[in-house]
């Protein structure tokens, strides 16, 4: 899978909306560090965390087990399935928050904000 990422804490300096529509073009135009902005690959069986760490990237956690939401992502587009969430409530799942700890692509692509849990609604979740 083929994912395209963007750090949430960089929309606020750019008076980026997580709603705008073109939110990656602009992003990909942006002139954003590789940390901030890019694409990688993960493998079968590899979670987006590992993935993101395999690249050489520092993306938030704490449990590595579906217990804190520290390393939770919106899936803007494409699907993730995460084995073990105890944290996420069913209307920020709906919203397309999910954990990067252990959930794996099951889309070709994905487009996902990163470092999410400075949001508002999760930072309530976090231990
Ligand atoms: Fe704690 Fe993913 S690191 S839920």
């Known amino acids: 899978c083929r994912v395209e990422y963007l750090n949430y804490e960089v929309l606020d300096d750019h008076g980026w909306d997580i709603d705008d529509e073109d939110l990656f073009e602009e992003a990909a135009n942006g002139g954003l560090d590789r940390e901030d902005y890019g694409q990688f690959w ?54 397309g928050f999910q954990l990067s700890c252990n959930g794996m692509p099951v889309s070709d692509e994905l487009q996902v904000l990163y470092n999410v849990k400075h949001m508002p609604e999760l930072e309530e979740l976090l231990l």
């Not at 520092?58 to 579906?66: E, I, K, L, Q, S």
């Not at 939401?69 to 073990?84: F, H, Q, S």
Request: proline content about 7%; some cysteine.
């Open 42 to 95: 993960v493998r079968p069986r590899e979670s987006l965390l590992e993935a993101a760490e395999r690249h050489g990237f520092a993306w938030p956690f704490a449990c590595r087990g579906g217990a804190c939401a520290n390393c939770a992502i919106i899936i803007l587009e494409g699907e993730m399935r995460t084995r073990v969430d105890h944290v996420l409530p069913p209307e920020m799942l709906d919203k």
